[in-house]
């Protein structure tokens, strides 16, 4: 598993796992990369303005209760 800000550009993280790693471990650590949850977050790391979508928490919250989201 990696993370690259653009296709070709240097990784943010990666992580590899052998054949020996517990599937639960492997399980754990994907769970929350494959969630539809936004990530909460106090600032955007930099090179990824134009790149992301903020959305406040609330938001959602709101479009739900006008019957538009």
Known sequence: M???PSIGDPYLWC???GGS????L???FAAPLASPHP???SCLPAGVEG???V?????RRQR???GSG
């Open 15 to 17: 992580a590899t796992f």
């Open 39 to 41: 990530v909460p977050r």
């Open 26 to 28: 492997v399980a754990v």
């Open 55 to 59: 959305v406040h928490p609330d938001a």
């Open 2 to 4: 990696w993370a690259e």
């Open 51 to 53: 790149q992301t979508g």
């Open 64 to 66: 739900r209760a006008r």
């Open 21 to 24: 790693a517990p599937h639960d």
